[in-house]
């Protein structure tokens, strides 16, 4: 089994893992009001998820 002999630096891993923070939310349509959405959260604009009124926004 592969042991590596030197411990892999934080920088090193942070690096190697620059990547991992630059992919952008999944973005759908509300259904309700048709402003775009992250998928699986409360519609920020009219508060709708899963066509059923959640948080009461005020008009």
């Known amino acids: 089994m ?3 002999k ?3 630096s934080t920088t090193r891993k942070r690096k190697r ?3 991992l923070g ?3 939310p999944n973005m759908n349509e ?3 009001c048709g402003e775009m ?3 699986h959260h409360v519609c920020p604009s009219c508060g709708h998820y899963g066509g059923e ?3 009461a ?3």
């Open 6 to 8: 030197r411990r892999t």
């Open 17 to 19: 893992r620059t990547h």
């Open 57 to 59: 926004k005020n008009a």
């Open 2 to 4: 592969a042991v590596p």
């Open 37 to 39: 959405k992250r998928n």
């Open 22 to 24: 630059l992919k952008l």
């Open 53 to 55: 009124q959640v948080i």
């Open 30 to 32: 509300c259904r309700n």
